[in-house]
Structure formats: C-alpha cells, structure tokens
C-alpha cells in the first residue's frame, strides 16, 4: 500500500513563531487533506488539495502532485494551533483515505 | 461544527456487553466510514458505506458489526469486545466515494474504553 510520511513528528514553537509542517507520500493520489485533531481527539478540516496551493487565514498548503509531497504553513502560531496535525491521501482505487502518523504541535505562551 | 456527529462521545463497556455506536450526517453525502484511532497508529480504515451499501470491510472481526438504514445514518454494533478493541472510532462522510477524489468530513469521535 501506500506510505505516507509526516515531518516532524513532533514540534514545539514559542508562541508567534512560524512553521512548515511536511507530508511524503510514494505514490500517486487523488486526494489530498490536511486536518488537525484537536486535544478532544475531533478531525478539523484544513483543507483539500490535491494539488496547487491554498491560503486560510494564517494557514495556507502547497501540494506537489508530481514531486509527492504536501506542505503545511502555518504562520504566527497561537496556543490554539496545539494538536496534531494529519495528512491523509486516497490513492488511486483504493475508496481509502490513508493517513500519516501525524505532526504533534506545542505552541507555548 | 462539522456537520457530522457522533454519539456517545465516551463509552466504557465490559468484554461480555453489548453497546452501539451512532454517526448521523447533515451534510447529505452518500458516502459514510468508521475508522478506528489506537495509540501510536495511524487511523484504520473499517467500513465504508456508499449509498447505504458496504462496499468496504478492512478484515475487522466480526465483533464489529456495522449498520447503515439510510444514507443519513450509520451504526456500529458491538459485542464480546477485547481490551486491545479500547480506541477513539471515528465516523467521517464524504458527497462520493474517496475513489471520485471528494472532501472528507469527521465527526468527534467516540472513545471506548473496554474493561
């Protein structure tokens, strides 16, 4: 099957301070979503991109289909923005979505 | 808000009970899924559900039991559960199958605890 790779698994930025979040993936897909799973364990849709690149406020991601690759900006951190953020993909066939194992995010005040 | 809920959002049940878990969508998509959420692994895909047919069954044992009366409901029958079965279930929709490239959408979870 498909493997889906996040980086890094862990991150702890002091309040204010700016991220990248990254997703591999080794083969080709259909679909790509970026949520956050907040500490009450809900899925947040971020966003649905498959390709190209998207912006949300302080938020915005880049997928490169070709290259197999997501990113995850986030910009000004908030202790809000705390979690764990996932990258899921469907992979041509499959009717699954597959996530990765995900980027635990501290923001500290 | 989602558009997606899930209830009871805990759940402790012995291994001889027998308890159900609920999903409901107002999203009017035709495609529904449990997935199950264990500590230190990736989401799993379960079930799924597209116009109230099971067209998915990722090898879960027959303890799980899955029900879907209409495109707006979706059910999780459980009995004679295991320890290790202990885990956040989560229940997403999507307007079509993944296959179709479409958005998906979770509800909150139930989290079941088995002792």
């Known amino acids: 099957g498909i493997q889906v790779e996040q980086s890094p698994p862990d991150l702890i930025l002091q309040e204010g301070a700016n991220s ?21 364990g809900q899925l ?31 910009s000004s951190s908030q202790t809000t923005d705390s979690g764990v953020y996932f990258c899921a993909v469907e992979h041509a066939g499959a009717n699954n979505l597959f996530f990765g194992t995900g980027t635990r995010l501290t923001v500290i005040p | 808000e989602t558009g997606v809920t899930q209830t009871p959002r805990h759940l402790v049940m012995g291994m001889t009970n027998k308890k159900s878990l609920k999903c409901e969508q107002h999203l009017g998509h035709n495609a529904m899924y449990w997935y199950k959420q264990s500590a230190k692994k990736p989401l799993e895909l379960m ?15 027959s303890r799980f039991s899955p029900e879907c009366p209409n495109s707006s409901h979706l059910f999780l029958h459980l009995h004679t559960l295991q320890p290790e079965d202990s885990a956040l279930y989560l229940c997403a929709s999507s307007q079509d199958s993944f296959r179709g490239g479409t958005e998906a959408f979770f509800g909150q979870g139930t989290r079941l605890t088995v002792v």
């Open chain 1, 20 to 40: 990248t979040l990254r997703c591999n993936f080794s083969d080709s897909v259909n679909n790509l979503q970026w949520f956050h799973q907040n500490p009450w």
């Open chain 1, 44 to 74: 947040i849709n971020l966003f649905y991109i498959p390709s190209g690149t998207k912006q949300n406020g302080r938020l915005s991601a880049t997928t490169v289909a070709t290259e197999r690759y997501s990113l995850l900006y986030i």
């Open chain 2, 47 to 61: 079930f799924v559900y597209n116009f109230k047919e099971q067209t998915e069954n990722n090898s879960v044992p």
